[in-house]
C-alpha cells in the first residue's frame, strides 16, 4: 500500500534531550511537510520541503530541524531548544509545491511527550 | 495574508438529522478549498475539495460543501448524520498567489448522537 508512514507512534523527552521523528513516504512525492497539532489550535507548519535537498521554515520553525536527503524520508528533530514540545506531530506529503489543487496525504501522526 | 476561520467548536446533531459545519477563508486570488477529518490518534483524510467550477462539490462518505464567492464561506453538510461521522473536520485553504501554503482552520468536532 502507498503511504506514509511515520514513527514511533509515543515519544518521551527528557530534559535537554534531542529527538527525531521520522517520516517516509512511497508516493513519490516531492514536497513534504512536518505540523504541529495543539488542542484548539488547528495545524501549524513547522518545516516543508519542495524537493530532495532542499528545505524551508515554516510558521513555528524555532527549536526544530530538518533534512531532505532522499526523496521519501523527511526526518524531524525536536531539539532542547523547544520549550514546550509536547504535542502531536503530522508529516504530510503532497505531488508538489506549485500543484496547488493537489490534497495532502498525512501519516499516522507521532504524540510527543515530555518527561 | 490567508486565514481560515471555524465558527464552532463543536457541532452536535441527532443521528439521521443534517449537519453543517462552517468555514470561512480569507486569500488572495482565486481560492482552494479543503476538508479533512481526523478520527482519534489518527492523521488528517482528504473528504473533498474545491478548485473551479460547480459550486456544490461531492466528496467521501455522503458530504458534500457549498463554496459561495460573495460570503467567503466553504461549509461542509450532509443530508442525514451517522453516529460513525463523529470526527474532529479542518477546513483548509491554500492560495496561488505568493506562495502556495495550506492554511487550516482551529477545526470543529462533529458529535452524532445515536
Known amino acids: 500500500d502507498g503511504g506514509i508512514t511515520q514513527s514511533p507512534k509515543y515519544l518521551f523527552r527528557k530534559e535537554g534531550q534531542n529527538v527525531t521523528l521520522s517520516c517516509e513516504q512511497n508516493l513519490n512525492h516531492d514536497a513534504m511537510y512536518w505540523y504541529r497539532q495543539d488542542p484548539g489550535q488547528g495545524l501549524r507548519l513547522i518545516y516543508y520541503?519542495?524537493?530532495?535537498?532542499?528545505?524551508q521554515k515554516g510558521d513555528i520553525a524555532e527549536g526544530y530541524s530538518v533534512s531532505r536527503e532522499k526523496k521519501e524520508s523527511f526526518p524531524l528533530t525536536v531539539t532542547s531548544a523547544q520549550k514546550n514540545p509536547t504535542a502531536f506531530y503530522l508529516c504530510a506529503s503532497s505531488i508538489s509545491w506549485t500543484a496547488a489543487g493537489e490534497k495532502l496525504f498525512f501519516g499516522s501522526g507521532t504524540q510527543l511527550s515530555v518527561l | 495574508a490567508q486565514s481560515v476561520a471555524q465558527p464552532e467548536d463543536q457541532v452536535n446533531v441527532a443521528e439521521g438529522n443534517p449537519l453543517t459545519v462552517k468555514c470561512t477563508y480569507s486569500v488572495s486570488g482565486n481560492p482552494y478549498l479543503f476538508w479533512y477529518v481526523q478520527y482519534p490518534n489518527r492523521g488528517l483524510q482528504f473528504l473533498l475539495k474545491y478548485i473551479t467550477g460547480d459550486n456544490l462539490v461531492k466528496g467521501s462518505y455522503g458530504f458534500e460543501a457549498e463554496f459561495n464567492k460573495s460570503q467567503t464561506s466553504f461549509h461542509l453538510k450532509k443530508p442525514s448524520a451517522l453516529v460513525s461521522d463523529s470526527a474532529l473536520y479542518f477546513c483548509?485553504?491554500?492560495?496561488?498567489?505568493?506562495?502556495?501554503?495550506?492554511?487550516f482552520g482551529a477545526g470543529t468536532r462533529l458529535f452524532v448522537k445515536a
Open positions: 483548509a485553504v491554500r492560495g496561488n498567489t505568493g506562495g502556495f501554503k495550506t492554511i
Open positions: 520541503s519542495q524537493i530532495v535537498n532542499d528545505f
